[in-house]
């Protein structure tokens, strides 16, 4: 088993530790370790990782990358931070509707390529400053709309665990292979008088539209429904 610092993946993201101070290794570097974790995942899931297997992506033994990071775990906090990227620069000609819309959209966008992220289990808040410049960024969107601090973190933070649920959602459901014969045979199955609203929406079509690309179009309708009811909170709280 591993023995894990629990603060050392805080400290070498915030830069409060040198990175390999135990005997670094000729040709290593905890930024190339990180890069080669996530070549890793990328290319063969978050269930492929591990410190022997980016190990030898790197050409060297799992030992020598103990030097850099204490643990797979420490490893994995790295690499989240480092794909969640940094959140859309500000632009001051959006509303703040439409600011945080994007700040919603560019994290969605920048989670799908790299899908096995969602499958990281969240045992506690993601701390490192790419994930804290999000946050910084959705906190001054909503600067604008007057509302007190508590209650903008608490905006950003419900507008954030969205974009991830229903991401997470949308790749565990995409992983089924369920072709539209098998809606087509269960419909067939069920009591129009039992199941008459289903039954409609079927013959109007409502499960069946190759042209669309249904993840985005559901993840993009319910934000748009989700920033309603922000848009609505905040003209109700204002005098």
Not at 7 to 26: D, I, N, Q, V, Y
Not at 88 to 94: I, N, S
Not at 115 to 143: D, F, K, Y
Not at 206 to 218: G, K, M, P, S, Y
Request: proline share 6%; no cysteine.
């Amino acid at each position: 088993m591993e023995k894990r610092d629990p603060g050392s993946a805080l400290r070498l993201l915030w830069g409060m530790e040198a990175a390999g101070t135990r005997g670094p290794k000729r040709g290593l570097s905890l930024e190339g370790i990180v890069d080669a974790a996530i070549a890793v995942a990328d290319a063969d899931g978050y269930a492929a990782l591990s410190m022997k297997r980016v190990a030898e992506e790197l050409g060297f033994t799992a030992m020598s990358l103990y030097r850099y990071v204490d643990s797979k775990t420490t490893l994995v906090e790295l690499m989240s931070d480092r794909v969640i990227g940094l959140p859309p620069a500000a632009d001051p000609a959006l509303g703040w509707r439409d600011a945080l819309r994007r700040w919603a959209v560019t994290e969605y966008e920048l989670i799908i390529r790299h899908p096995w992220w969602l499958e990281i289990p969240m045992v506690t808040p993601p701390l490192g400053p790419n994930n804290m410049a999000w946050l910084n960024s959705g906190l001054t969107i909503l600067e604008r709309t007057g509302l007190p601090a508590g209650v903008r973190l608490r905006l950003v933070m419900n507008l954030t665990l969205f974009v991830i649920g229903r991401m997470r959602l949308s790749v565990e459901l995409g992983q089924a292979d369920t072709e539209d014969d098998t809606f087509d045979s269960l419909f067939a199955t069920m009591d129009p008088q039992r199941f008459p609203a289903v039954l409609a929406a079927a013959a109007e079509g409502a499960f069946q539209d190759d042209e669309i690309d249904w993840a985005r179009a559901d993840f993009e309708f319910g934000l748009d429904r989700t920033l309603d009811g922000y848009e609505q909170y905040v003209r109700g709280l204002r005098p």
